[in-house]
């Protein structure tokens, strides 16, 4: 039974791998907003069986609350964005998709071989994820560079939180509760934050595309 | 009671008794105050660690040595200073119908609980709280730095916002790689994180994950040093927020920044021992006090020049704790302080001025010394500390360690030089028409409070001067702590 | 060679051959079920090969040989892929002939004489088709190879029947590489048979279509092999699939019996795998032409995330 479930999380961890993937591919916004509670539902799930494999208590918490915040709380806050904003079939990206896939295979092996040597260090129940989660990271990033709205942005640095919790709650068995607590709090305040700002910058533009935030450039 | 209770509570709940107080009248007096506090008890707090030595507070969770308190002494000054000098500065820009009440809440709020980020970030003894801590300074800002809603001020908080945000999640990412390598060290748990202990057993940390988290972590903080190439959010940030939060930004939060590296390079320069961390903080700091010095010299927006300077004294700094060794580390502990009084009067001065004009594009500010004399004075004063003429302080900490360089890198003074060369050439031929020159400007309505600006500029007068015993031998442990 | 695998090797193509139009039939019958629609009997594709038989074939003027040979080399192609695949014993005499990378090529051989055939009329439908279908085929191939290399690695071979016999003879373990393999495989089977989202089987709608478009020009006995050949092709592919994700029931060489015993198993399999077929192509819309490029693409690249993850994680 423990060997399956310490399987699983490296399925859960592929999950998130592939997830992320299907984000960089998505047009949709809503889409990418489902995407991305599917990722928190993945990236609770593998912290609670990392919690029942260690023993590590904490990880209870802690996956309840990244249930809560990620799957329940910070997608119904964009739902609501969206719907307020009226933006949901947003569909622009700056470069075509299929070649942000290959850019996307290309930092999944940069991020593999960057973590092969460490990965084979850690004795944690998980250890080859640090590769995927640093791989998810990156993907993330990526998304971020190449998405021209405001919300798929959003979306993307919320996904390299993800990627991040994953690494933490995976390659270390969690860190500290109260580091947790922190890190959950600035998202949740950044989210709050970041939705004001987009009816800011609609306000002032009557559109949520970024390339507006373009002038100020070096002259 | 613990002054460290004071220094850290005041103004936390400074944010909030704001917060609460709203727009009313002595709102600006309030927050002043609260910052007032705030560096008394900080000066307590440094008497007591100058007397009795490292302190940690609170089981482990607090941790002040000489290398912190010194850093909590000069923000709580600062930021004292700044409340001074954003009372009249803030109610101009009401005057002129920039700010309304809302807005005044919001800053003075904010500007409190940034303060008391900052410090939390100083004085934590836990490297996750460091990372939790400078991201909330961060949010704290960015609705600060947007809160003129114009399309300018809008940009700058969202680049300041995403690619802090980016670049703090890298930094991040090196605090997980690092409690990997101190979780196979010394055990998990709550103890692992915290830099006192990481610090004993340095050694026994796995050198390959070290190095791979330093890299993380020198992206990570480096954006927020403003190291180049992630550094394009800070001139935004600082050119379109409200003066006040530019002279902290770049007063205060990158030395934050900096100090948060420098804690890390401590560990990995214990793990690795073979100076890879100092050569990586070589190369980005030369690379950025080149860049910087070059993109200097076209700006047109006064707050982003000085943006740019910023940027570059940040390079130099960097630089020069990559160097490592006891006078180079010594020289970038002295250069934070007085960049960070000069740079913050220099805001101060600048702020008005663009009040003044209306404007902060270079070529409309003109003739200072006809309107406000002191103004103009205190713009040109900073300016020439700032391009490290003597007899300021900057003058002493950049001339230490260009004589380092010479000796541990010498391939890198001609940059150094031409960058410093290049930059004083930028800055003083742009601020010499704006302080004399002609004009047909009227004076401002408030006076302006002009004390923190001369107040900055003599204390770095001081420090190029005469160097009092204590602070010396403050620095000399503080700069040993850094080691390298 | 043994008997037992000689008479295990015959049963499978003959059972092949017998079940795919009924394979065919379920799927068409559980779909129109699923669109709320009367479905046409179980039994109705070999009612139409019985009738296809019967006609007169009718051959262009100008068709050349290939024109009439396509078919044959179609459903030889078709049939001996069915022989390979190890559907019911992994102890076959053809099994150590043909690997995986074999098994694409056979693909491949069907695949370029059905297009040089479409083709050879001249009509601009028949081009059409050619050319659309060589797209999804330069696409699908490699995404393909990438499936059938990620259980390469996990078994150590590239033999179909090594590579069902390894995995079915482990203790049940999750294989990370193994589950995007199998999203992979599914989308690139979509799209090589002709299925919703990628074409639609049941149209011959000029501008989506792509397999109808090859074969518009066949009829007769001709066409019956066509169409048999497709059935046998979804059998196949279906098979694979089975093999390779669910490989539990399949006989290994030296037990004659449990061929009796996998034969109900692979029924069953079939069975479920033909609804969920369905179900697929119910839940999706048809997508248009110019994204079947990217639909592939992510396919491929799910493949080679499968081959990188297998690599990094060792599972």
């Not at chain 1, 904490?58 to 119904?76: A, D, E, N, Q, R």
């Not at chain 2, 560990?267 to 980005?284: C, E, K, S, V």
């Amino acid at each position: 039974m423990n060997t399956l479930l310490s399987q699983s999380i490296n399925l859960f961890a592929v999950v998130l791998l592939v997830l992320a993937f299907a984000m960089i591919a998505q047009r949709r916004i809503l889409t990418l907003i489902h995407l991305f509670t599917l990722q928190g539902a993945a990236l609770a799930a593998a912290t609670l069986i990392v919690g029942y494999l260690t023993g590590q208590h904490h990880l209870y918490f802690s996956g309840v609350l990244t249930f809560v915040l990620k799957v329940v709380l910070i997608p119904i806050l964009l739902h609501r964005v969206i719907r307020r904003l009226n933006v949901r079939w947003d569909v622009e990206t700056l470069f075509n998709i299929p070649t942000t896939m290959l850019i996307g295979i290309v930092l999944v092996i940069f991020a593999f071989n960057l973590a092969a040597p460490i990965a084979g260090l850690s004795e944690s129940v998980a250890r080859g994820t640090l590769g995927i989660a640093l791989a998810c990271v990156l993907l993330s990033f990526l998304m971020m560079i190449v998405r021209a709205k405001a919300v798929p942005q959003v979306i993307g640095f919320l996904s390299m939180e993800n990627g991040l919790f994953f690494a933490a709650t995976a390659a270390t068995s969690g860190m500290p509760m109260i580091v947790e607590l922190g890190i959950a709090f600035d998202v949740l305040v950044g989210i709050l934050i970041l939705g004001v700002f987009m009816f800011q910058i609609r306000e002032q533009f009557d559109s949520l595309d970024i390339r507006h935030l373009e002038k100020l450039k070096e002259d | 009671m613990d002054p460290l209770v004071l220094v850290l509570a005041t103004p936390l709940l400074g944010g909030v008794l704001l917060g609460l107080w709203g727009h009313r009248e002595r709102a600006g007096e309030l927050n002043a105050g609260m910052s007032l506090l705030t560096l008394a008890a900080s000066v307590w707090l440094t008497v007591i660690v100058v007397r009795d030595g490292p302190l940690t507070v609170w089981g482990e969770w607090f941790f002040v040595d000489p290398l912190n308190v010194f850093l909590v002494t000069l923000t709580a000054f600062v930021g004292f200073t700044t409340s001074l000098f954003s009372r009249p500065y803030m109610r101009i820009e009401r005057d002129h119908g920039k700010m309304t009440p809302g807005r005044m809440r919001l800053f003075h709020s904010m500007y409190q609980l940034f303060n008391g980020m900052m410090l939390v970030a100083l004085t934590t003894n836990n490297l996750g709280i460091l990372w939790v801590a400078m991201e909330a300074a961060t949010l704290t800002t960015v609705l600060l730095v947007s809160v003129y809603r114009t399309p300018a001020s809008l940009e700058a908080a969202w680049k300041y916002f995403i690619l802090c945000g980016v670049g703090i999640a890298q930094a991040l990412f090196g605090t997980i790689l690092l409690y990997l390598a101190a979780e196979r060290a010394i055990g998990g748990g709550e103890g692992a994180l915290l830099w006192t202990h990481l610090a004993q057993s340095k050694h026994l940390l796995d050198p390959g994950i070290l190095s791979l988290a330093f890299v993380f972590l020198l992206l990570g903080y480096g954006t927020k040093v403003g190291l180049v190439p992630v550094h394009n959010w800070l001139p935004d940030a600082h050119a379109e927020g409200p003066t006040p939060i530019s002279a902290v930004l770049s007063g205060l939060l990158l030395n934050v920044a900096l100090y948060a590296l420098l804690r890390c390079k401590v560990l990995a320069d214990g793990a690795l021992a073979n100076g890879l961390p100092g050569r990586m903080m070589i190369g980005f700091g030369l690379v950025t006090v080149v860049v910087a010095a070059f993109f200097l010299s076209r700006q047109r927006d006064v707050k982003r020049m000085f943006a740019y300077s910023s940027i570059e004294h940040m390079g130099l700094m960097t630089f020069a704790f990559g160097l490592g060794g006891p006078i180079a580390n010594f020289a970038g502990l002295l250069h934070m302080t007085v960049h960070a009084l000069v740079k913050s009067a220099i805001f101060f001065a600048v702020g008005h001025a663009a009040q003044k004009a209306g404007s902060q594009a270079m070529e409309d500010i003109r003739g200072l010394l006809k309107v406000n004399p002191t103004v103009g004075w205190g713009l040109m004063l900073g300016s020439l500390a700032i391009l490290g003429m003597p007899p300021f302080g900057v003058f002493a900490s950049e001339f230490l360690i260009l004589t380092t360089a010479m000796r541990e890198a010498p391939w890198a003074t001609p940059f150094l030089l031409v960058a410093l060369g290049v930059a004083f050439a930028a800055i003083f031929g742009r601020v010499q028409p704006m302080v004399f020159g002609e004009t047909s400007l009227r004076p401002l309505a408030h006076p302006p409070a002009l004390l923190p600006v001369f107040v900055h500029l003599g204390l770095a007068l001081l420090l190029g001067l005469y160097i009092p015993p204590y602070l010396d031998g403050w620095y000399r442990q503080a700069a040993q702590m850094i080691g390298g | 060679m043994s008997i037992v695998g000689l008479f295990a090797q015959l049963l499978a193509i003959l059972l092949a051959l017998a079940l795919a139009p009924l394979l065919t039939g379920w799927v068409n019958q559980w779909r129109a079920w699923l669109q709320n629609r009367r479905a046409p009997g179980l039994l109705q594709p070999y009612r139409v090969l019985h009738k296809l038989f019967n006609k007169e074939s009718v051959v262009a003027e100008h068709a050349t040989p290939i024109f009439r040979v396509a078919p044959y080399i179609m459903f030889g192609c078709m049939a001996l892929a069915c022989g390979i695949a190890p559907t019911l014993s992994t102890d076959l005499p053809l099994a150590p002939a043909a690997d995986a990378i074999a098994l694409v090529g056979l693909f491949a051989l069907a695949r370029v004489f059905i297009s040089l055939a479409a083709m050879d009329i001249g009509t601009s439908f028949g081009t059409l088709g050619a050319r659309r279908e060589m797209l999804i085929g330069f696409l699908a191939e490699p995404a393909l190879l990438m499936v059938l290399f990620s259980a390469s690695l996990i078994t150590q071979s590239t033999s179909l029947a090594m590579i069902v016999e390894t995995l079915a003879h482990q203790p049940f373990a999750i294989y990370p590489s193994l589950a995007v393999a199998g999203v992979a495989f599914t989308m690139v089977s979509l799209a090589e048979n002709a299925r919703v989202p990628v074409d639609n089987p049941a149209t011959h709608l000029e501008l989506t279509m792509i397999h109808e478009a090859l074969i518009l020009e066949y009829s007769g006995r001709h066409l019956a092999l066509v169409e048999w050949a497709a059935s046998l092709k979804l059998f196949a592919y279906s098979c694979i699939g089975l093999a390779l994700f669910v490989p539990w029931g399949v006989a290994e060489a030296g037990t004659p019996l449990a061929i009796l015993f996998a034969i109900p198993m692979l029924v069953v399999k079939l069975a479920v795998g033909g609804v969920l077929l369905a179900l697929i192509e119910t839940i999706n819309a048809k997508m248009r032409l110019f994204r079947v490029p990217e639909f592939l693409a992510t396919a491929f690249l799910l493949a080679v995330i499968a081959l990188l993850v297998h690599v990094l994680l060792g599972a």
